[in-house]
């Protein structure tokens, strides 16, 4: 057996579901991967012992085809058809490709047609007029790919989820020791320019070691002291080498939108972004902020720090993949006071949901971890389903005996924005409900926000006490930012809650807080970072 830690082991797998992507396979089969790595990064005990012993299956999501794979590693040191994958899929090819807009299996039919396999032999041969010589590639095909070379940006169909951004922009700063920039510094929702800048006399070291990173499989441009590389996911990504002088000053210009960098023009220079901003005589803008111009005096954001508790996790029972006590425990490490647990109800259908007497059951299991944790407190919630019918999907008398009950729309997301509207406020109403859930119903490159008046909601918030959530899950982030500055501005309470389905989950707060200090949230603006004395508990 060869040494593998669960690292690598994670790392291995996201490389196959990532070439699988690439090569065309089924989009379930790069999922299982997937969601076998997630499984695996959770995992405290040696995946390799498991593997030894036979008991890897016992682990959710790993079926016999993906251990095969992990066996495989663990005795050899290597996956023989990932090696394949490596050699034969040309990923420089099909990020390039995906950046210019070409899909994957194109991309490398043409590369084998005019015998390149890589970005620089891909753009001589372009640039050399041989284009033309692949079937099916005539005059203007080639116009438009040529016209692509040197197009500064290209806009891309989907932006990046956040959590993905901020993944990829942070493992390159962290390996060029530069600082992230763009569209994930701001923590936008999506993501469409990514950057991190670095200050260096000498650029060209800087630029060779961006070059060299394995996630940047091509360079699409390259100047003195600025590169655009490109993923394996046709993602671009900018370096930009200030010289000292100018650091903050680049970083200024690569973080803000236009329009705000616009409104700041000329931008004097500045070792960095304290130095700029007073030269400018406007105080510091935290990047969160940096969507439209303004140069007054911003609020004091919430932060990280301030969380006291989430209010909006899953266990066993219903979709999750940790126990109460491990949700918990995992919870008060992180320094929180309290957790509520609000697993699905029945109506969802999708996943597994609790009734009545589940819900009496897991109290008894809350109340076991309740006296192994104190002081820490598990509260006793739910994310009730409103039906079709626009009733809550429990028994009054069961609602009434819990702490939190997180308010869910799942079905009827298309409805007219007067119906939809109506069945949530009414909703709202129930003597028993502490907050709505992810309110506008979007999935982030899938499905858009619903119809829900949010001014009518705001409301109803305000008569009853029902707080609105931003949700922390990276394909939410409901509500937006902009959302959350119009339920501030209307005096609405704001739960940062990360929906965790996961102990790894429960890192999505950062999604969720920073999303709140998109809406100008203070701490007094969001529930959770209040001590637990101080919480409108239900029951």
Known sequence: MVPVDNATIVERLEAFAALLDVSGAGYYTSRAYRRAAETIRETKAPISQLVASGRVEDLRGIGPGIAARLRELVETGRIAELDELERGVQPELVGLGRFLGIGPKRMVEIGTALGVRTAEEFRAAARAGRLTSVPGIGPQTEQ?????????????????????????????????????????????????????????????????????????????????????????????VEVIVAEPRRLGTELVRATGTRAYVDALEPLPDGTDEAAVYATLGIPWCPPELREQPFRGEPPPLVELADVRGDLHCHTTWSDGKASV??????????????????????????????????????????????????????????????????????????????????????????????????????????????????????????????????????????????????????????????????????????????????????????????????????????????????LALKS
């Open 325 to 534: 006590l491990e949700m918990a425990t995992a919870a008060r490490d992180l320094g929180y006071e309290y957790i509520a647990v609000c697993d699905h109800t029945q109506n969802v259908r999708v996943v597994p949901g609790l009734d009545a007497d589940d819900l009496r059951r897991q109290g008894e299991e809350i109340a076991a971890a309740n006296e192994e944790l104190a002081p820490f407190r598990v509260l006793r919630g739910t994310e009730v389903d409103i039906r079709r019918d626009g009733e809550l999907d429990l028994p009054d008398d069961v609602l009434a005996e819990l702490d939190w009950v997180q308010l869910s729309l799942h079905a009827g997301q298309r409805e007219h924005g007067d119906t939809l509207t109506r069945k949530v406020t009414e909703a709202m109403r129930h003597p028993a409900v502490s907050c709505l859930s992810h309110p506008k119903g979007r999935i982030i490159n899938h499905r858009p926000p619903n119809a829900l008046h949010l001014e009518r909601v705001f409301e109803v918030a305000l008569e009853t006490g029902v707080a609105l959530e931003t949700n922390g899950l990276p394909d939410r982030l409901d509500l937006s930012g902009a959302e959350v500055r119009l339920a501030v501005e209307a005096r609405v309470p704001i739960v940062a809650s990360t929906d965790a389905h996961s102990i790894r989950g429960l890192g999505n707060m950062r999604l969720a807080i920073a999303t709140a200090r998109r809406g100008w949230a203070t701490a007094a603006d969001v529930v959770n970072t209040r001590p637990l004395a101080e």
């Open 144 to 236: 438009r790919i040529l016209t692509a070379f040197e197009r500064e940006r290209r806009p891309q169909k989907r932006g990046l989820l956040l959590n993905r951004a901020r993944a990829l922009v942070e493992e390159i700063a962290d390996a060029l020791d530069a600082e992230i920039a763009g569209d994930p510094r701001r923590w936008a929702d999506t993501s469409y320019e990514l950057a991190v800048v670095r200050a260096a006399a000498r650029p060209k070291a800087v630029l060779d070691a961006f070059e060299r990173l394995p996630v940047i499989v091509a360079v699409a441009e390259r100047s003195a002291r600025r590169a655009l590389g490109v993923s394996v996911d046709g993602v671009p």
